[in-house]
RNA sequence: GCCGGGGUGGCGGAGCGGACAACGCGCAGGCCUUGAGAGCCUGUGGCCCUUCUGGGCCGCGUGGGUUCAAAUCCCACCCCCGGCGCCA
């Protein structure tokens, strides 16, 4: 949510922020009145409690020589009835703002394109030479000519959007997600086995409004919900702290399953294993100063492209625009893998600065010192390592062989034991 | 799931209806020292107001309740430890 101390010292960056999004900038204005109001009848609530408080003592007093306190008390109940008037307008003030401030979103920086679809993306760098012979096939055409995935009955025993792997994919399922975090481990991060499910307090600060409805699966009967990705118990993993800022940046690279409703992409990739509700992810995961947040953004894109360089798959980042772009990043870059089936660039990556939007939600704070008073909110910035399932789609396409076969990369030969190649069921 | 014990600052640990949440460790600053250490002094939860100096409120797992007054009493929930049960 939206930081209101930050709000109240610059509005103006505010204004422009929502005016980018597309919204009025009178919403940061109802915000900073709302805020006002807040504290003035927090100023006045305390106040009377400080009445409370000395009375209370003198009646303490009174008591302890035996007096009678009655004037008092009557006093007291007087103080006591108005704390409680105002306590209750302060909970409509607080419940108004708290609203506004979950509902508004990050304002996004210079540099985020304008306009509302995928072709405002801008496009930031390509790397590789993109295969386009006719004769290439798509990745569920692979899948059966290899035998190695069954996708119909994965339909009728947990629905549409599931798959059972086999086999060889199996295994290069697990050789990519090691293979991603042997590479973020060289790198300094951490690697973490996190929660697969959260409370909805850490989700509330994690992911926007509109998720909990498209995207994340409500565990029944539970305060629970499955995370969507590792980015979400990541988040958490220091929620509620003050951080000692000589230890920022915190890197960290989580491996989980990730569960998705995709609620909403009805008619989109109903074919194969590119759009499913469950699926293995590595992720990349920070907690920065906001002087380094920007660095750490390209730094975090960096190594995704390092990934997918060092795979051999050619791709393109692009700069999400304006529009595209969730309400709780700042800046989004996706990397894009081609698919020669379909001629396109298809997002594998997806690389977000959440500045301080997820850090207040969730209380993450930092002092540069120890003994420093002022404390400020952290930053937060998650990027795809490595999505395994859509890696082995972007692998199945792009090193498909005419006979079939489909060649491994060399960087995931390590982890898979002599299997070099793919070869179509019965060859 | 059941029975018992417990959740207090970064950590250990007192207070168990009304006076500053004692004391210790750790950490930071200062004095001392050629330097380090020891020793001594000071500080070390959050928020609000006002300013640069103070004042106030909140805070003892979470949320309610009782009371003039709750860390302290009552209720519900969460978590931790031990035992029993179940279990990959």
Not at 240 to 250: M, S
Request: proline share 5%; charged share 30%.
């Amino acid at each position: 949510m939206l930081n209101i101390k930050a709000v109240r010292a610059n509005p103006d960056f505010y204004r422009r922020g929502m005016e980018k999004r597309g919204l009025p900038s009178r919403v940061i204005d109802e915000v900073l009145e709302l805020d006002a109001r807040k504290r003035s009848m927090m100023k006045e609530i305390q106040d009377l409690r400080h009445v409370r408080n000395t009375v209370a003592e003198k009646v303490a007093a009174a008591k302890k020589r035996g007096e009678k306190a009655d004037e008092l008390l009557a006093q007291m109940a007087e103080v006591n009835r108005k704390i409680e008037e105002n306590e209750r307008k302060l909970r409509e003030i607080d419940e108004k703002l708290l609203g506004l401030l979950v509902k508004l979103p990050n304002p996004p920086h210079d540099s985020v394109p304008d306009g509302d679809s995928e072709e405002d993306n801008a496009v930031v760098r390509e790397w590789g030479e993109p295969r386009k012979e006719d004769w290439m096939k798509d990745h569920v055409d692979i899948l059966e000519s290899l035998g190695l995935a069954d996708l119909e009955t994965a339909a009728s025993v947990a629905g549409a959007r599931f798959y059972y792997l086999f086999e060889d994919l199996v295994l290069l399922n697990w050789a990519l997600a090691l293979y991603g975090l042997e590479f973020l481990r060289k790198k300094g991060f951490k690697l973490v086995q996190p929660p697969y499910m959260l409370t909805r307090k850490i989700m509330e600060g994690v992911v926007s409004f509109q998720d909990f409805e498209d995207m994340l699966y409500k565990v029944e009967g539970e305060d629970l919900y499955l995370i969507g990705t590792a980015e979400h118990p990541l988040a958490g993993l220091h929620a509620g702290k003050i951080l000692d800022g000589r230890i920022l940046p915190l890197r960290y690279a989580g491996v989980s399953p990730c569960f998705r409703k995709e609620a909403g992409a009805h008619g989109k990739d109903t074919k194969g294993i590119f759009r499913v509700h469950q699926f293995e992810k590595v992720e990349q995961f920070s907690f920065t100063k906001p002087s380094q947040s920007w660095d750490e953004h390209e730094f975090l894109i960096s190594n995704a492209e390092e990934i997918y360089r060092n795979l051999g798959l050619p791709y393109r980042v692009v700069n999400i625009c304006v529009g595209e772009l969730g309400p709780v990043a700042a800046k989004k870059y996706d990397l894009e893998v081609w698919m020669p089936a379909q001629r396109k660039y298809r997002e594998l990556v997806s690389c977000s600065n959440c500045t301080d939007y997820q850090a207040v939600g969730l209380e993450i704070r930092y002092r540069e010192a120890p003994h420093v008073e002022e404390t400020e909110f952290v930053h937060t910035l998650n990027s795809t390592a490595l999505a395994t399932e859509r890696t082995i789609v972007a692998i199945l396409e792009n090193y498909q062989r005419r006979d079939g076969s489909v060649e491994i990369p060399a960087v995931l030969q390590p982890y898979l034991h002599g299997i070099s190649v793919l070869k179509p069921a019965g060859r």
